[in-house]
């Protein structure tokens, strides 16, 4: 990466195209170098109807930006023996048994929901027949006031897509590994995530409540000429993520965030600024502390699953909580060997690369172009001024 100077105009350039082709209504992007702040914007507007403009402290709803964090409370589960890699989840959650189509019930260890490989999948991952959609399964992020006893309910009466272990699926997984590890701390998900994160770090503006509603962004979806406001139960198209049946979207209610009925979804529950959680990435970085051990650190970012799988694309493994970038020249990427990252829905991107000594932490309010179109590889080609 170049000069802080060189880096401003670069990204800036990204940015301002992004929002004048009205492709993301508005951002914050953060850059850390080894330690140090290399690049600070808020940009276009947190609220277009309302001409509000985004600011630094912008509050976005994380969507899948949460599960890094809920993946270091179950591994600081883990390093105090509250909770093994190798548990079966009917350890924590005795009536969670879903089934394979043959009507055997495999176990499902703690490991296969930290990886995404259970068998599990999402509903916006499904063909519209299919059992999460005539169970009504939630991906956490729609269905306000619903509890998690119900969800995983639904959720164990669709049958596996694969045995346990067999195949990378992204997935509720992590809503499941939530729930588990609520039950072995003995404490609700939310002030396990407090206790073992968020209070460490500092991170005031994060949780599975939206603690100043005031300065929440706006989310908006996708649209021609420009990004449509998001309404309730509005059903998001999702064309730019692969393999995916026909017609596939993604269902939104943004009041779900307000509703403190609403279940913490470990996969999709939290809200955040992006200062906070630059505090969160930067202690990844750095090896942990205060919150983790450096080998805890060190097994969440190995490769758990392979290449074949293609997290994020050829070259692209999965460790505990996010993609690990394997063979960069399969990947045709600009980050390092062993860079990790990943995105959420709402129109969120980060990574991690150790190597340079650099976090980056993207939120957009504009689902999905934010998390994994034009505006993110552009981003990304500028940073590393590839």
């Known amino acids: 990466m170049a000069g802080k100077s060189s880096l401003q105009g670069r990204v800036d350039a990204v940015v301002d195209r992004a929002i004048d082709e009205r492709r993301i209504v508005g951002a914050v992007i953060l850059v850390a170098q080894d330690g140090a702040e290399a690049y600070r914007r808020a940009a276009g507007l947190a609220d277009r109807e309302q001409g509000r403009p985004m600011e630094e402290d912008a ?13 270091a409370a179950a591994m600081r589960l883990v390093e105090k023996g509250a909770m093994r890699l190798d548990d079966p989840v009917t350890r924590w959650l005795p009536d969670f048994r879903p089934r394979l189509p043959n009507g055997v019930t495999p176990t499902i260890r703690v490991h296969h929901l930290l990886t995404h490989t259970a068998g599990l999948s999402y509903r916006f991952r499904e063909p519209a027949d299919s059992p999460y959609h005539c169970l009504n399964v939630s991906d956490g992020l729609d269905q306000p006031g619903l509890s998690i006893e119900e969800n995983l309910e639904r959720l164990a009466a669709a049958p596996l897509l694969s045995e346990p272990g067999a195949t990378w699926r992204y997935s509720l997984g ?22 073992f994160v968020l209070t460490p770090l500092g991170m005031s503006d994060t949780g599975f409540a939206v603690r100043d509603p005031a300065r929440l962004a706006t989310p908006y979806a996708d ?35 307000l509703d403190p009925a609403s279940y913490p979804s470990g996969g999709a529950g939290m809200a955040a600024s992006v200062p906070d959680f630059l505090r969160f990435l930067e202690a990844i970085r750095g090896g942990g502390a205060p919150i983790l051990k450096s ?16 997290t994020q694309g050829p070259g692209w493994g999965f460790g505990y909580g996010w993609a690990v970038l394997v063979d960069r020249s399969a990947a045709g990427a600009p980050q390092s060997a062993g860079a990790i990252q990943w995105g959420g829905v709402y129109g969120h991107s980060w990574l991690i690369d150790r ?32």
């Open 174 to 195: 992590m809503d499941v590994l939530g729930a588990a590890a609520a039950k072995a701390a003995g404490a609700s998900l939310p002030d396990l995530v407090d206790e």
């Open 223 to 257: 649209g021609a000429p420009e990004p449509i406001r998001m309404t309730e139960d509005i059903a998001v198209p999702i064309p730019t993520i692969p393999d995916l049946p026909p017609g596939a979207a993604a269902r939104f209610s943004p009041r779900r965030a």
């Open 295 to 310: 080998e805890t650190v060190a097994r969440m970012v190995t490769d758990q699953v392979g290449t074949q799988a293609q």
């Open 355 to 386: 190597a340079r000594g650099l976090s980056v932490a993207a939120f957009t309010n504009t689902a999905v172009e934010g998390m994994n179109g034009a505006f993110v590889v552009a981003l990304r080609k500028a940073i590393y001024g590839a």
């Open 59 to 71: 509050i976005f709803r994380l969507s899948s930006i949460t599960k890094p964090m809920v993946a």
